[in-house]
Each structure stands twice: as C-alpha cells, then as structure tokens.
C-alpha cells in the first residue's frame, strides 16, 4: 500500500494509528490485528 493510500485511510476514520510520531510528517505505527482486519476486508492477499 502506498503512503498516500495508507494516509487516505487514516484521514476517513477506517485505520486508526496507535501512536503517531511527533513532528510534521510523523510516523503512524498501527496495531498489527488493524491491519490484518483492514486486509481481510479488502480481500488483499499477501
């Protein structure tokens, strides 16, 4: 998934970062079950 994509997600509400690392263009760390459940839903497949 790209950056945009993954920022796109967060600012609609349907993946909610843990933690957000400070400054302008901090880093978002997502808790891993988010992930896999935002995957299973899309029907990515890894």
């Known amino acids: 998934m790209s950056r945009k994509t993954v920022t796109r997600l967060v600012e609609s509400g349907d993946l909610t970062p843990v933690v957000r690392g400070p400054g302008l263009r901090g880093a978002f760390l997502f808790d891993p ?7 299973a839903e899309r029907g990515a497949h890894t």
């Open 33 to 39: 079950a988010d992930i896999e459940a935002l995957v």
